[in-house]
């Protein structure tokens, strides 16, 4: 169990980019929960982020550009303890993602078959948009995870069909 203990810490701290922990008379179970506590303190996860950035990409289509700049600020003021690098990282993407909003809707009028942007729910959309953004445009992003992500966004957000229209797509 500490040999299992003491590989886990190791990767935890070289994933973290941390110099090695100090020596395995050391190590226990608290040590590293503790630890990753102390790291993950204020950090939200890719997956909050992303959802977050749904929501906001959501909320362009039924706010002028004038508009969002306030339901920016609001929605952001409304989330407890938002660290300002996530708040930068959420801004940032969401500013992204709109800059290049004409050309991730020519790729999806030319891969749906049937189904230009137009006609599309709302929801599956902008589930889309992310995905396609994370594809093309956003190198950090795994295609695998862009693609599981949007099907996630869509059976949390839209219809029964959602997660199947968007995973087709």
């Known amino acids: 169990?500490?040999?299992?203990?003491?590989?886990?810490?190791?990767?935890?701290?070289k994933g973290?980019?941390?110099?090695?922990?100090?020596?395995?008379?050391?190590?226990?179970?608290?040590?590293?929960?503790?630890?990753?506590a102390v790291y993950t303190a204020g950090i939200m996860r890719r997956r909050e982020q992303r959802e977050h950035i749904?929501?906001?990409?959501?909320?362009?289509?039924f706010n002028s550009e004038e508009e969002?700049?306030?339901?920016?600020?609001?929605?952001?003021?409304s989330l407890e303890e938002l660290a300002e690098k996530d708040q930068e990282y959420m801004r940032e993407k969401y500013n992204h993602v709109l800059e290049h909003l004409d050309e991730i809707d020519a790729l999806l009028n030319e891969t749906s078959k049937g189904w230009k942007t137009k006609r599309m729910i709302r929801v599956d959309l902008t589930a889309l948009r992310l995905a396609v953004y994370e594809l093309k445009f956003d190198k950090n992003v795994p295609t695998g995870v862009a693609i599981n992500e949007a099907v996630e966004l869509a059976k949390k957000y839209g219809t029964d069909d959602s997660p199947a229209f968007v995973n087709g797509i």
């Open 16 to 36: 973290c980019g941390w110099s090695d922990p100090p020596g395995e008379d050391k190590w226990t179970v608290t040590d590293i929960i503790e630890r990753k």
């Open 1 to 13: 169990e500490k040999k299992r203990l003491l590989f886990i810490e190791k990767l935890f701290y």
């Open 68 to 77: 969002m700049n306030e339901q920016l600020s609001l929605y952001f003021d």
């Open 54 to 61: 749904f929501k906001l990409l959501f909320m362009t289509e």
